[in-house]
């Protein structure tokens, strides 16, 4: 028999599935929290922390990744605060600085409201969300790639670079990575990255509703869905 916890998320009292993640449960409620490396029915990595949230025990706050948050009976939850916007608009912006070419990262930056971008834009392929070595480990077994290096040097690889026997050329890793669906007006040419936040009309609603999906686009293609409680 399926259990649950109760809980408060921006100070709705909510019915959670005991050992799902606070990520899952807000989404369930139909609370936005954007996200990029979650995926359903995956392990949860933390690796872009666009999904912080604050949890608030004894009058004061943390601020930690909701996909690999467990809930708990009594768990207070914020998920819009303005520190939390604040830092999530920083992270949002090294995301887009760093991939521009990536629809899915100017997706991103366009629902948490970034607006201008402060940082140099790169040409980087991988934002080492783990998106690929979790379909490739999880779900085929097969753990043919995964991180290699340290800091700067950090990437996504096969090991020793040598393609292994255990990999099913599934293209699964190809499939669950962001970095495949390209901006509406095609790559950017070197030198001309910027941030083209053309999709801002579809947030109009959040103005009056802030935290609320409002079932827009920016998430197709990468799993950023609704789920139903």
């Known amino acids: 028999m399926q259990q649950y916890v109760n809980m408060t998320i921006n100070g709705a009292k909510v019915r959670a599935e005991k050992n799902a993640t606070v990520l899952d449960t807000a989404l369930a409620y139909g609370v936005c929290i954007p996200h990029l490396c979650h995926m359903p029915n995956y392990t949860g990595f933390g690796g872009c922390r666009l999904c912080i949230v604050e949890v608030v025990k004894h009058g004061r706050a943390k601020v930690t990744a909701s996909c690999t948050l467990d809930v708990q009976e009594g768990m207070v939850v914020v998920t819009h605060s303005e520190k939390l916007l604040g830092l999530r608009r920083n992270i949002a912006e090294l995301l887009v600085a760093e991939a521009p070419n ?92 910027h941030f083209c936040g053309k999709c801002q009309s579809q947030l109009l609603a959040t103005e009056e509703m802030p935290g609320f999906c409002v079932q827009c686009e920016l998430g197709s293609g990468f799993f950023c869905t609704r789920a139903t409680p």
């Open 102 to 193: 990536s629809k899915a990262m100017q997706c991103m930056a366009t629902r948490t409201g970034v607006r201008e971008v402060r940082y140099p834009f790169r040409r980087n392929d991988c934002v080492l969300c783990g998106r690929c070595v979790r379909v490739c480990g999880e779900m085929w077994q097969a753990n043919a790639i995964g991180f290699v290096g340290r800091g700067k040097d950090r990437r996504v690889d096969f090991p020793f670079g040598t393609k292994p026997t255990s990999c099913k050329m599934c293209l699964s890793c190809v499939d669950v990575c962001p970095m495949t669906i390209t901006p509406c007006d095609g790559p950017m040419k070197p030198g001309e990255e």
